[in-house]
């Protein structure tokens, strides 16, 4: 298992709701954001990967809200990988505060689809499996 | 030209931001709303019309906002036809608050497109013609 | 425990992504969504409540995806009591799509904060804990 | 008149829509991004000047869209002051994609306003007039 990747977002206004923090569905997008880039520096392109035929939709998260964060705070979202499987991804995320205080944490699942038959379930692309495997959680590969 | 369309909807809590009321980029999402309803009314459904290889992406907007909208406020957008031309047709808008004030106003121009070839202009499809022309403002068509 | 609570929700154009389905952080819009109106229903506003310095910031959501909803969809959302706590009330949901599939399930958790004095936790308010008892799920009151 | 300021930004997933490019909406976020950086770039924070009670609320946008752009797409953001009144700054923009190619093209006029008197208009800052005013296009201060 290696050191976790890191990407750092600032929040947008409309990001924000009257509670004035962000609101918690934009989570999700951060997340999203922060696995983009996790895979993007192991030398893989999700946009790529989606021309391919290949898709990996959200099936689950888990999602816990610690702390409210400000409009235009920079946040730095940590991406591990929780777990794999033959058709699915686990990825884990830490989310922290401009204070290094944990803002939000997550788990989400991704399934592996056939963008062209209907998203069918398959297998993970042997690529994809080859890249993420050195960063498995250890005790979970 | 007819009385124009009617469509209520409310305020949910993410689409506000910080100031306190609805953040203006939502207005898109509302306007949209407005002229799908507004269609469906009149019997065509925007979705079956992009299955047939017929899309109406948003060429140009102009938006003004007159006063804040605020959370679980009920809006209604009223839709109408501002003017048509062979490829392209412009909705006009007017938003109104709970208290009958108007909120915002806007004019979305929407060009007509092959999905199939790139988004390549083409012109409206003689139903959406038929149905829109008599709604078009006076003297516009 | 009564009969479950539902909203009828049409997918927006803007809420779909690139894979034709609603992008997942959108479910949490439309869940939100479902509790404000069932609180609306009980005779409680949400809005008002935040007037009276009392928040429920969202502290934790599990969700689960199970198929793709598409654009103009009429998604029902069925939220329940999931359980309450002295300062936290948990909703249960089922999204169900036109064919009356599941499309999304959830729990989400929302603690009790006092908004004047930076969100720190406060018991529900009597009133809120009096409306949702009846429809606690049986054994968790 | 300076040379105009850059933000450089890429397109989420969840900020495309089914026809496989950003929804119309989401540009406007984009711009806001640009106008805080290009705030801040000058050393004035918008959330700063926020907490101060004075706000700049968006009153007029008129938007170009040109081309669709791509999911994971990096934009880049042109940011310049089109002209500046007593209690309004607008602020003009031009949005290119990977390619070079105009994306979307906007105007969006902010009114200044007091924050703590029910967003009654008052003149925008001085601090904020000093540090725009050489960016004013030629002819527009």
Redesign the interface.
């Given at each position: 298992m290696k050191s976790p990747h890191e990407h750092r977002v600032?929040v947008?206004?409309?990001e924000?709701?009257?509670?004035?923090?962000v609101?918690?569905?934009?989570y999700?997008?951060y997340m999203?954001?922060g696995r983009?880039r996790f895979l993007e520096e192991l030398g893989l392109?999700?946009?790529e990967l989606?021309r391919t035929g290949c898709?990996l939709?959200?099936?689950?998260?888990?999602?816990?809200?610690l702390r409210?964060a400000?409009?235009?705070e920079e946040l730095v979202v940590t991406t591990t990988v929780a777990g794999m499987r033959a058709a699915s991804v686990t990825f884990g995320y830490v989310i922290r505060g401009a204070d290094g205080e944990r803002v939000a944490t997550g788990e989400i699942e991704l399934a592996c689809v056939d963008?062209a038959s209907e998203?069918k379930p398959r297998p993970l692309p042997g690529e994809l499996v080859e890249l993420l495997r050195p960063w498995v959680a250890a005790g979970e590969a």
């Open positions: 600032r947008r206004y409309g924000t709701d009257q509670m004035g923090v609101h918690h569905a934009n999700l997008h999203e954001d983009t392109s999700y946009a989606e898709g939709p959200v099936r689950r998260a888990q999602l816990r809200f409210g400000g409009y235009d963008l998203r």
